[in-house]
């Protein structure tokens, strides 16, 4: 009893560098959780390289952080990018273009999963987008309260770009950070937004010069809840997200039907396979292999 106690104590204090849910390939932590010593603030940076695309392995591995975040006390869960260049892609297109049938399933649960453990986590959240932010890299960071983001970034919900209707839930998001009109426009043009763009319209809160400087504003953010209880806190915050939650919840078999339908029609499987082609043609390019 005496030693878990103490265990547990040495936990808390001692920051954490967790490394579960290996990428397969690299036997690379997906994720890594650092809890600072002094703050209590964990930090959860997304490590999937070339850009943070979210397959299965990687939503899970963010869905076991947010538990441990949650289980450990810290103060507060600021999610951010291991990559200097992009915080995440969005969804792993691979997941989606002629996909295996039964995987799908199991990567749209764990999808609406991932979501639903941001949009509730108990302790602040915040975003510290240290690079690019495309559809579901922008779902991640819409679905935590606080958003700061480095220069000549872009973010938004681009699903219109390449044949596709964000779902309900995830257009829910983007509800919550910016005016309905504004939304409508952006969602249906598939608008990215630049950072500057962004803070204009309110879908990011500040800009910071450097990861390090928008960690620290993250903090800020998190210490200002410093005077409010905590589970009082949390729960006004679950009152508040309550009916966006409840319309996932409410039909999640509804909306895995109508994704896989929509995912497996050939308009979206034509214009998802050219948007990937071009995407992969471009790094080609890039990299002069062309
Ligand atoms: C079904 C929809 C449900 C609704 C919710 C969400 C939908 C989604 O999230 S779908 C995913 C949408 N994502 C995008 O549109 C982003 C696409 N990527 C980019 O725009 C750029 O890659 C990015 C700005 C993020 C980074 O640019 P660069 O740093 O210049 O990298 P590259 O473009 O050269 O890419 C490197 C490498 O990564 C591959 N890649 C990029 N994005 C994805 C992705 N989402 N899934 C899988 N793979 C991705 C890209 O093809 C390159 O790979 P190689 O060709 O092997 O080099």
Redesign the pocket.
């Known amino acids: 009893m005496l030693r878990s106690k103490i265990l547990n104590r040495i936990r808390l204090l001692k920051p954490v560098i967790d490394r579960r849910c290996m990428s397969s390939a690299s036997k690379t932590p997906l994720t890594l959780l650092e809890v600072d010593d002094k703050s209590g603030i964990a930090t959860l940076s997304l490590n999937r390289p070339?850009?943070n695309?979210?397959n299965i392995d990687l939503m899970n591995s963010i869905i076991e952080s947010i538990t441990e975040i949650e289980g450990n006390k810290s103060r507060g869960l600021i999610l951010t990018s291991a990559n200097d260049?992009?915080f995440c892609?969005?969804?792993?297109?691979?997941e989606?273009h002629k996909p295996n049938q039964e995987r799908l399933k199991e990567f749209w649960a764990v999808f609406q999963d991932v979501w639903l453990a941001l949009h509730l986590c108990s302790v602040p959240t915040a975003a510290a987008i240290n690079g690019?932010a495309?559809?579901?890299g922008c779902?991640l960071a819409t679905a935590c309260e606080y958003r700061v983001m480095l220069p000549q970034m872009?973010i938004g919900l681009?699903?219109t770009?390449?044949g596709?209707m964000?779902?309900k839930w995830?257009m829910l998001s983007y509800l919550s950070v910016l005016p309905r009109r504004l939304a409508e426009r952006a969602l249906t043009q598939g608008k990215l937004f630049t950072t500057a763009e962004a803070l204009d319209v309110g879908l990011v809160d500040e800009i910071a010069a450097s990861k390090e400087e928008a960690l620290a504003k993250c903090s800020t953010f998190i210490d200002s809840f410093s005077k409010a209880n905590p589970l009082a806190r949390s729960l006004t915050k679950k009152q508040i997200r309550e009916p966006d939650v409840q319309k996932l919840i409410a039909d999640r078999a509804g909306d895995l039907k109508e994704?896989l339908e929509y995912?497996n029609s050939p308009l979206l499987q034509d214009g998802l396979g050219a948007y990937?082609e071009a995407?992969?043609q471009?790094?080609?390019s890039?990299a002069g292999k062309s």
């Open positions: 070339p850009v695309s979210l260049r992009v892609a969005g969804l792993d297109l691979n989606l690019h495309p559809a579901g779902l872009t681009n699903e770009q390449f596709y964000a779902p995830v994704c995912i990937f995407l992969k471009k790094s080609r890039k």
